[in-house]
């Protein structure tokens, strides 16, 4: 990374000005070193870890524990709200005053437990 960089002498300055280039030079060679060094170490390699089966497996599994608890958390929802009773003209109110979908009206006033401004309310304010 690091080129030789040799110094360019003027040959008609003075001896002054060419040991002020030649120390510029230097001190130039210096901070390339050192930017150099400092590159290298920002750099690093991490030498590659090799994933076991066994490790693979693990987390194969985690991700399919949490999915089966998510799956059954939803369907424990979804019966708990196929529970609350709901009342057919307000279904009615909703689906024609905020021109929405009948299922989108039943599952929004059964989430509030049948209070029709509550649901109102949230769907308005969503």
């Known amino acids: 990374m690091s080129d030789s960089l040799t110094p360019v002498v003027n040959e008609n300055a003075s001896d002054d000005e060419k040991d002020e280039e030649q120390v510029t030079s230097v001190n130039q060679k210096k901070e390339d070193a050192k930017v150099e060094k400092e590159l290298d170490r920002v750099t690093d390699r991490v030498d590659e870890e090799e994933i076991g089966s066994e490790n693979i497996g693990n987390a194969l599994s985690a991700i399919n524990d949490k999915r089966h608890r998510d799956e059954s958390k939803r369907k424990a929802e979804q019966a708990e709200l196929a529970n609350v009773k709901i009342r057919k003209e ?16 039943e599952k929004t006033l059964r989430q509030h437990h049948g209070d029709v401004i509550a649901t109102l309310k949230a769907l308005v304010n969503a």
Do not use: C, G, M, W
Request: proline letters at 6%; glycine letters at 0%.
């Open 90 to 105: 307000d279904v009615e109110l909703i689906v024609q005053e905020l021109e929405l979908p009948r299922s989108k009206a």
